[in-house]
């Protein structure tokens, strides 16, 4: 299926150094057109920082990094106010999270107050700091990264935290071809640094306006909020998909349309992105019993082959 031209650009530029899972470029680029936040997990190792720097180096945009430790503090992500002696005045230095694209890199690895200093900024596009609001500027999109939980120094997200996240992406290990590029030619070094720009910012904003007008039949909302209701009922689940959720659902699959050059959703686009953009918003049962996280794709995945899609 042919891709949008600037997004196909904007992606071949991304695999010079990033040659791993071409599905979770796929995935972080819907997701920044969904007007959305993407989470990045996996083992360390695998290239989440490499992909999530990647499509930051390649638009012309503000992007900062924040390198999350335990002894991070809110204020070293949203700013703080300074005294200055000459004015006799406080003045608001902005913090990392005043950017275009906002690498939050090992997000778990923080403590649940540093990480929700950016729950306002990702849901609302603003920040409120001591009676002042500041809107963040177009695009504004949060790249975050994290280990699985179960290792040592990691903190649980919030449900409330994860549910921001558009799309969660696991990279997994490359392909042996692939992998034997990187060992010979380490892109993520040698390549990284003089990535070049293929995309303005004011070219994003464009091409994530289209996203609310790509027309969606009434017969595949009825698909969307089937799996949805599935999910509710479902017996092995204790928390099924909100409405958040569905709506997080529904954007995605109209921002897949415009990377594939098309005004109208397919079913298919729907298949494609139901277990990335709501693995993280439901728990199973059996997580809460034994720690099983792939439970949760498992019981997605039967309820997609289970709910008829429309023709």
């Not at 071949?12 to 040659?19: C, E, G, R």
């Not at 819907?30 to 999530?52: N, S, Y």
């Not at 230095?93 to 005043?98: D, H, S």
């Not at 017969?219 to 997080?248: C, F, K, M, N, P």
Request: with cysteine.
């Amino acid at each position: 299926m042919a891709l949008n031209p600037a997004i196909e650009r904007l992606r071949a530029n991304i695999q010079t150094v990033f040659l791993g899972n071409p599905k979770a470029v796929d995935f972080l680029l819907i997701g920044m057109l969904a007007r959305g936040h993407v989470l990045i997990e996996d083992v360390p190792g695998v290239g989440k920082t490499v992909l999530a720097k990647a499509l930051a180096k390649s638009i012309a945009c503000d992007f900062s990094r924040i390198q999350l430790t335990p002894d991070m503090l809110p204020s070293d992500v949203l700013g703080v106010s300074i005294f200055n002696r000459e004015t006799s005045q406080f003045e608001f230095r902005k913090g990392p999270v005043f950017a275009n694209v906002v690498l939050a890199d090992e997000i778990n690895r923080t403590t649940p107050r540093t990480q929700s200093a950016l729950l306002e900024a990702m849901s609302e596009e603003q920040v409120s700091i001591e009676s002042h609001t500041y809107i963040l500027k177009r695009p504004f999109m949060v790249v975050a990264t994290q280990n699985p939980f179960e290792f040592e120094g990691t903190y649980h997200l919030p449900e409330n935290q994860l549910d921001r996240f558009v799309i969660k992406v696991s990279v997994g290990y490359p392909p042996r071809a692939a992998e034997h590029k990187i060992l010979t030619t380490q892109p993520g070094r040698s390549s990284l640094d003089s990535l070049k720009p293929v995309m303005s910012g004011d070219e994003v904003v464009e091409l994530q306006d289209l996203v609310p007008h790509i027309r969606i039949d009434p017969a595949v909302v009825d698909y969307i909020l089937d799996l949805v209701e599935a999910t509710r009922s479902h017996e092995q689940l204790h928390l099924g998909i909100s409405t958040r959720g569905a709506l997080a659902l529904t954007a995605a699959v109209q921002a897949s349309a415009v990377m594939y050059g098309r005004d109208y959703v397919i079913p298919d686009d729907v298949k494609t992105l139901f277990i990335a953009c709501c693995g993280h918003r439901v728990i199973s049962k059996t997580y809460l019993g034994n720690g099983d996280a792939d439970a949760t794709v498992r019981i997605l995945q039967s309820i997609l082959d289970r709910v008829p899609a429309p023709k």
